[in-house]
């Protein structure tokens, strides 16, 4: 695998991670199993991503406490308040010289299906280019009970890269400086 989309799986999982985090607001836990997450960034030529994701209320729980060292690490901010019709989050995180700053709206039950929108606006990188902005939603359904091969905290991502969100920390060896 490149080191590009290397860099990409990486920075989707922290802002997978980063959006699923919380600190004064207990987000919800996702009903357990295997859910479907498809992400579609307006206005990019990156094509719909979908990607699996098999978990279970540690996992989730996990998340939502924030332990990856590795988040904790790279996001200088990360707020979540409870709104009306589900939360906001807003996150700023620095990965490979670029730092992104993240506001999301994320609606649904936790049950069956829920959706993330996300602008973010990225500044710097290799050659410090100048910010660029996005737009991403994250639409989530629950599919049913994992697959046989699968445990709790799995991703599976386009192309079959396959991980696990315990195992982040251990990525931040794999980014450039």
Known sequence: ???????????LL???????SAQAVDMPVRKAGLWEMKMVRAGS???EMTMQHCTDETVDKEM???????????????DIQKTATGYVTDSVCNVAGMTTTTHADITGDFN??????????VQGGPAG???RDSTTTIEAKWLGACKPDQKPGDI?????????????????NLLPK
């Open 1 to 11: 695998m490149t080191r590009q989309p290397l860099v990409f799986y990486v920075s």
């Open 14 to 20: 922290l802002a997978i991670v980063a959006t699923s």
């Open 45 to 47: 030529p990156m094509p």
């Open 64 to 78: 939502n406490n924030n332990i990856s060292p590795v988040t904790k690490q790279v996001c200088s901010k990360q």
């Open 112 to 121: 069956s299906a829920y959706t993330v929108k996300s602008t973010a606006h």
């Open 129 to 131: 280019a100048a910010g």
């Open 156 to 172: 599976v991502m386009p192309g079959g890269f396959k991980m696990n969100v315990r195992d982040a920390d251990k990525l931040k």
